[in-house]
């Protein structure tokens, strides 16, 4: 018999769901569109999917383990800092536990992909995993020895939205971020920022992958724009490096897919690293956009 785990991957747009073995076998998956803006909904998607799963598996009280965009606060309970707004203040854990009448474990998405890597993938076998999300947003999540830090503000690895470092204020307050602050890390470094970056230099709007795209072929202003991107990722890795000195740096979401981060981005580095020098591995999630829900079912495990 099978020790089934149920991974879910709440995202702004996409919910989905993922059935796995203990041996890291996938036996079911399916994504559909999230109800943004309603909450209850959002519970009986979660619920149905889960229904789904447990159908293939042929059994029911399966563990599940949620991804969300936000974290939970310990003093309360309830959703905070989530950028899919209409979670915020609800205490989804305890209605999952409710609706599913079994144990939840829920965490930040960023949490998921860093145990996913860790777990089974580009981070496997290495000891401090950061692993960052650059894609609508940017957030990451932190794997000691195979253990998640959260942190007791359940805040560790939200690096997105710390100002990017070694940058003029008056750049920072040309980015506004949903945080209520300026000049976060995410108005630089998402998918979203180089967009913005893009658009600050010429005036165009253009999403991120266009200008990935049209940079791979040679176009001088997109070309310029990713070079800037690069330089802004360089410094707010930097940063990272300085604290905890990961000993890989895993990244997914969109903007991993663009070859030119790892091509360029580590002789980059060593110029805001505190020595000079910086042997870092920068490396793409091995499981790409699954590592998220795969994640969500190791939790699970957890």
Known sequence: MENWLIGIDLGGTKTEVILLDNQSNEHFRKRVATPAGDYQA???????????????????????????????????????????TWLNGQPMQQHLQELLQRPVTLTNDANCLALSEATDGAGRNHHTVFAAILGTGCGAGISVNGQLLTGPNGVAGEWGHNPLPWTPEAELQQRPCFCGRHGCNETFLSGTGLSLTHKLRTGQQLPAHAIVEHAGDGDPQATET????LEHLARGLAAIINVIDPDVIVLGGGMSNAEQLYQEL?????????????????VKAAHGDSSGVRGAAWLANT
């Open 42 to 84: 959002t519970l009986h998607t979660i619920h149905a999917l889960v229904q789904q799963a447990e159908a293939h598996a042929g059994t029911t009280g399966i563990p599940v383990g949620v991804g969300i965009p936000g974290s939970i606060s310990r003093k309360t309970g309830r959703i905070k800092n989530a950028n899919s």
């Open 266 to 282: 580590p002789a980059r580095l060593p110029g805001y690293v505190f020595g000079g020098e910086c042997d870092t591995p920068i």
């Open 226 to 229: 990713l070079h800037q991107y």
